[in-house]
């Protein structure tokens, strides 16, 4: 009969539990998807042409306006919307990049929680919204000091609630772009969509006589008009978030399902 003894002085140890390491925060987590904003060309480029943008227009304003026109208000709408035009490309890019570059398996392992990522890619994009509008301010002002010196009207006044209705507008495009992006999580296919499904509802609204009342509710080119005055009723408010819900809410829920369960790759 044999048995086994422990040797003196040996003791035996029982491995220890590793610790949790706390994921990075979702501050930390935004930060870098504002950087990756700007890592790719397109991205990049996109941001540069969104500022240049703004301030060619302020310049043709100059130029091409009438004295009266060339106000603080006149200068900050008229980049509304060609800006507003843009923002959707740069939601669709953020979260299309993932997978276009095949960054997704990388992104997605080293922070699991995939809702936490499209959370912080949300955040990125709707920050970059708000710059494009302090944008649009800033040079909507050099465009009010340069016509009051040089015989235009220079009028500075302007109400609060359009710069909010603005930060609404814009944030409301980038939001549907990211939308479509997490639906469709193809970066050419998110944008031809994009771009041609509510131009197509449009022309339909207007030409086809029993869709003109649903195209009022289910328009955005007709619900977010209002936001480029002072002004806004409810009824007006009620139409845009009817359009919203469809054009932005169902996009961002099911392109969330979507890209939970797709597989990395």
Known sequence: MTSTATAPGEETTTPRAHRDVP?????????VELRKLADTRAGLWLLVTIGLLTAVLVAVQLIWAPDAEQTFVGFFTSSLLPVGLLLPVLGILSITAEWSQR????????????????????SAVVLAALASLLTSLATAA??????????????????????????????ANVLMGAGFGLLLLNTPLAIVTFLLLPTLWSVLG???????EPAGWLDTARTMEPLFTPDVTAGQ?????????VWMVVPLAAGLVRTLRREAA
């Open 23 to 31: 994921g990075p925060s979702l501050l930390r987590l935004t930060g």
């Open 103 to 122: 960054t997704a398996l990388t992104t997605f392992a080293l922070v699991p929680r995939r809702e936490r990522v499209i959370a912080a890619k949300l």
């Open 142 to 171: 050099v465009g009010t000091a340069v016509a009051g010196a040089t015989g235009g009207a220079g009028t500075w006044r302007i109400e609060g609630s359009l710069i909010l209705h603005a930060a609404v507008l814009q944030v």
């Open 206 to 212: 207007g030409l086809i006589r029993p869709l003109r």
């Open 237 to 245: 408010w009620a139409r845009l978030a009817v359009s919203l819900l």
